[in-house]
């Protein structure tokens, strides 16, 4: 009971580290959840962040893997309300107030000046997620690929994504 | 003040939630909602992006829910979330539980490297259609390019660079603001495009 709690609590507080995309938390979550706690050995862990990426949905849902491997279907959903609840609730807060304040020439300016930082953090994003999976000339060949496929807006992204994932998969095994 | 049912919502955001394997998933919603349907502009996404990234909390929820609040509301951003969250939920409980009796092999690692790499792909992409579609002027363009060297090359904390780039850009920003300020002075399709 009182690992369930503090179950709940971990993931509460890591959700607030996640700023600017779900990556920079994952040292800071695996060092909780392994080192710390021991809910989870290194390579389930890292097998459970895989498993998040080959399944629909945000990838902290490895939250609810976690959650699930500690204390079953009861941990499972504490870890995932707690990952994503507050956090949400902020977002519509925010959401909300920002349409109405977004007519003000503070809020106008504070838009304009934010979108260009959000801009770099999407390109960093890119960045990234490229250096963790372009690691030779094939994974280099998929991407680029890809990204002519999709450019020619005539094949829907997941189905670009899916043939040259298989693609990948066939010539490296 | 809702621009689409909430019932055509759940369906879309239910679907992009599904079709979102391998990472990158901000350009999914970007592909569904602004380039296909139409249902967002480029510069309303940008924003939503944005608040995304900027507010704590996994940003592919907090996008749902910006999304989903502009599109229908509160019970937009509520269903919203849910639509993105669940299915995968459930989906991943269950393969946790193949995991845990030993389903999954090597098999599985080799596909996912494939997968990422395209991802790549696709990001890339819809990276440069989001920055030829909102970003212009020079200060806007420093910026960018800073916050992408300390996040990116230069790996530096995320929330120090937001902290400190967002600070840098409002100063900018604040002292000369463009003559036309006003917020609906977005970009047109054409300019999208």
Request: hydrophobic share 55%; net charge positive; proline share 5%.
């Amino acid at each position: 009971m009182a690992d369930l709690a503090l179950l709940t609590w971990t993931f509460l507080w890591l959700s607030l580290l996640c700023v600017g995309g779900g990556l920079g938390v994952i040292p800071e979550m695996e060092r909780q959840s392994v080192t710390i706690h021991g809910w989870l050995t290194a390579r389930e862990f890292v097998d459970g962040y895989t498993l998040t990426q080959l399944t629909p949905g945000p990838n902290m849902l490895i939250a609810v893997f976690v959650g699930y491997r500690a204390h079953g279907a009861l941990g499972a959903l504490l870890a995932g309300l707690a990952m994503f609840l507050p956090t949400s609730v902020l977002a519509m807060v925010i959401s909300h107030h920002w349409q109405q304040w977004r007519t003000r020439r503070w809020a106008a300016i504070a838009e304009r000046a934010l979108i260009p930082v959000g801009i770099g953090l999407m390109a960093g994003g890119v960045y990234t997620l490229a250096r963790i999976a372009i690691h030779d000339a094939l994974t280099l060949a998929l991407a680029v690929l890809t990204a002519l496929a999709v450019a020619t807006d005539r094949v829907p992204p997941v189905l670009a994504v899916l043939a040259a994932g298989t693609l990948g998969w066939l010539l490296t095994r | 003040m809702r621009r689409v049912s909430l019932l055509r919502l759940i369906a879309v955001f239910t679907w992009t939630g599904f079709s979102s394997i391998g990472g990158g998933r901000s350009a999914y919603f970007h592909e569904a909602l602004v380039r296909r349907r139409g249902w967002i502009r480029n510069d309303e996404f940008v924003q939503d992006f944005t608040l995304s990234q900027v507010l704590p909390g996994p940003n592919f929820s907090n996008l749902a829910v910006a999304l989903g609040y502009r599109l229908a509301g509160l019970a937009g951003g509520v269903w919203g979330l849910l639509a993105i969250v669940l299915p995968g939920a459930v989906i991943l409980v269950g393969a946790t539980t193949l995991y845990l009796h030993g389903a999954f092999g090597g098999s599985a690692t080799l596909l996912i490297r494939g997968l990422s790499a395209a991802v790549v792909g696709l990001v890339c992409m819809t990276t440069l259609r989001i920055v030829r579609g909102s970003l212009r002027g020079g200060r806007g363009i420093l910026v960018a390019v800073v916050t992408f060297l300390a996040v990116g090359p230069l790996r530096l904390s995320t929330v120090g660079v937001v902290l400190v780039m967002a600070a840098v850009s409002l100063a900018l920003h604040w002292a000369a603001p463009p003559p036309s300020a006003s917020p609906a002075g977005s970009p047109s399709p054409e300019e999208i495009c």
